[in-house]
């Protein structure tokens, strides 16, 4: 039997350092080739890390959490034949003569391997199961389910790489009565329990990315209202003429579509700001990021050139951008590069929002929900579908007349749908 030693790859872009942020095997397990032990992040992705060789699973160079260089040790394996690394003992240091002690055998000391080596039990760092007592592990999405639904996590048993617990967990938990002693309190009882949760991964990147906007970026907002009730008309005409073919539309390559058009007249928007440099850089391809949000956090997949898409290509492209990213499966490439952020939180959209700008980004456009409401037309009281767009822009590229003047030729576009199309 051999050791086969994985290193923390080179992932290219200059990338010296990446953020080990789960484990996906312990020691002790055997794993096959091409099985993925590990995810990293970088600044821009997450990267599966695969296993070359089958084997069983000697030591885990790192905790979650914990930022490595590129070359360091990353797993070790135990492998049939000889593998790719052999520990080769350092010689004994010289030892002075010292004088006897008495009743003692003299000490005899030897220099360890090194410090990356496994000891002789092979259990090296381990990441266990979460055991009872444990604080659990889970994702915001199934803590969030828990506490909608009044269950303890701490009750809940985790499947998951490390006890992470996951929605099927969650599931079973439900699915069964709960003894009297495993029950979660009810909503009248007094709590004393607390919860720390490390910030590491994509949330670390959010945090440091959202600090960094915050404190660099001049920001402002500007809130417009839109009557969307001939643009909802038209999508749903789409819809019922072209889904079954060309698959339904929402209102998304709508709002991508308006944004080419308007920033036709509005160069100094689709741009990007190098403060450090001090130049900004006007884009004729609009490459707009779409704010996704997934289980571990918000991501923003870039649909690329959307100035050369049609509703059916950029739409299908979106459903395609928001599920790798929600899967954790968006490369870097598809993660980097946007020179516009698109951001909705859907049916949650609330009535206003105050977006963060995606640097080096100077704009991001924010849809809120579209409600019926009464409004008054030449005089009559009608109902109308309207919809908020809040948007925030850096101020130190983009003067807020405008930003205000972009909004309504974005507003005007919408509002007259058939604009979208006139050349």
């Known amino acids: 039997m051999g050791t086969h030693v994985i290193k923390m790859p080179d992932i290219g872009e200059g990338i010296a350092q990446v953020e080990l942020v789960e484990w996906f095997v312990k020691v002790g397990d055997m794993i096959a080739e091409d099985q993925v032990v590990a995810d990293v992040m ?27 260089a590129v070359g360091s040790e990353l797993i070790r394996i135990e492998v049939e034949g000889s593998g790719n690394h ?12 010292a004088a006897p002690v008495a009743d ?28 009872p007592g444990d604080k659990p592990l889970a994702s915001p999405a199934v803590r969030k389910r828990a506490l909608d639904a009044g269950i303890e996590l701490r009750y809940v048993h985790g499947s998951g790489p490390a006890g992470r617990i996951l929605h099927e967990d969650l599931d079973a938990f439900m699915s069964k009565p709960q ?6 309190p009810n909503g009248y009882a007094k709590r004393t329990d607390s ?42 005409q789409l819809n019922s003429k072209h889904g079954d073919s060309r698959g339904k539309l929402t209102l998304l390559p ?8 308007a920033l036709r007249d509005f160069p100094q928007i689709n741009a990007t700001y190098d403060d450090e440099a001090q130049v900004i850089t006007r884009h004729g391809a609009v490459h707009v990021g779409i704010a996704t949000q997934g289980d571990n956090g918000l991501m923003v997949p870039v649909l690329r050139h959307a100035e050369a898409g049609s509703l059916w290509s950029n739409a299908g492209e979106i459903a395609r951008l928001a599920n790798a990213a929600r899967n954790n499966k968006a490369s870097r490439d598809e993660l980097s590069g946007s020179t516009i952020t698109l951001t909705s939180l859907g049916a949650l959209g609330g009535i206003v929002s105050t977006p963060v700008v995606n640097t080096p980004e100077v704009a991001i456009v924010g ?28 101020h130190r590229v983009v003067d807020g007349m405008d930003a205000a003047l972009f909004i309504q030729a974005v507003r005007g576009l919408l509002e007259q749908p058939a604009c979208l199309f006139v050349e």
């Open 179 to 184: 003894s009297a002693a495993g029950q979660a």
């Open 367 to 394: 849809v809120n929900r579209m409600v019926e409401r009464p409004v008054v037309i030449d005089g009559q009281i009608v109902v109308r579908k309207m919809m908020n767009l809040s948007s925030s822009f850096d």
């Open 254 to 261: 709508f709002l991508v579509r308006a944004l080419v058009v």
């Open 86 to 97: 052999v520990d080769v003992p350092q010689p004994k240091p010289a030892e002075a003569p």
């Open 195 to 236: 919860e720390q949760v490390p910030v590491i991964g994509l949330r670390r990147k959010i945090a440091q990315r959202m600090q960094d906007a915050k404190r660099r970026v001049a920001h402002f907002s500007y809130v417009e209202e839109i009557d969307v009730t001939a643009l909802e008309a038209l999508r749903q």
């Open 42 to 68: 970088t600044d821009k992705a997450t990267v599966e890390i695969p296993s070359p060789v089958s084997g069983k699973v000697l030591a885990l160079g790192g905790q979650p959490g914990e930022v490595m």
């Open 104 to 131: 003692k055998p003299p000490v005899q000391t030897e220099v360890k391997p090194a410090a990356c080596q496994a000891p002789a039990n092979h259990q090296a760092a381990p990441i266990v199961p979460r055991q």
